[in-house]
């Protein structure tokens, strides 16, 4: 897959809540400049084409509707059903053009929810010995998977990351797998192996700026919109010129 003719930087699509966190969307936008693309904050007030991007990131923010995933919601708990469609219908468009999606927190569990899998509502009322944090420095340590593409991404079987959420995947969506895993059990990060790039990671990789293995997550989302990732990353499907072609 290869940036759209005529760009000199692939151009990638971040969504976000109309009142999320100006830090992580200055975070996001800084950490894929560095990666050789432009981007463009996307919200249920100021939607772009989906089509017209090169890659999206789903970012992080409010929970997800529990009705989406078959679950009663908990009224102390405040989401933001716009966004939830907005990113459904992107995860569909994204899914029918075949961009690059890279799922951050709130983002990995969209991505499992567009994809049928379902959530735990919170996290420590089912894995009893997590522990209670909630920090943007990188405390919490994690294992991945050897065989998976996130593995070949950041380099390292076992890392430290931070959190930020109290939900996370439960029921796997079609098609994705657990690359990784804290010591607790909570999943931290999700995969489909036979799409080109489609990764959810439980952390917040933007915030890990002097992390050159975090940061790798967006050199290679960029890399492979522009077509230039490894070989060995790739699945074969249409280009984005063949796609819009046919239909």
Known sequence: MAAIVGRSRPLV????SIHGSRIAA?????????????????????PFPIDRLDALVVGGGDDIDASLYGESARPHIRIDPERDRLEMLALDCAAKIGLPVLGICRGSQMINVHRGGSLHVDIHEVYDEAPHMRTVLPRKRIRIAPDSRLYRILGIAECRVN??????VDRVGDGLRVVARERAGIVQGIEAPNEPFMIGVQWHPEYLVADSRQQALFRRLVDTAAGTAPLDEFVEVPSRRSVRASG
Do not use: C, K, P
């Open 13 to 16: 699509g971040i969504t976000a």
């Open 26 to 46: 200055m975070a996001n936008r800084l950490a894929l400049w560095r990666a050789g693309a432009s981007s463009v904050r996307i919200t249920a007030e100021s």
């Open 163 to 168: 959190a930020l959420h109290h939900q996370s």
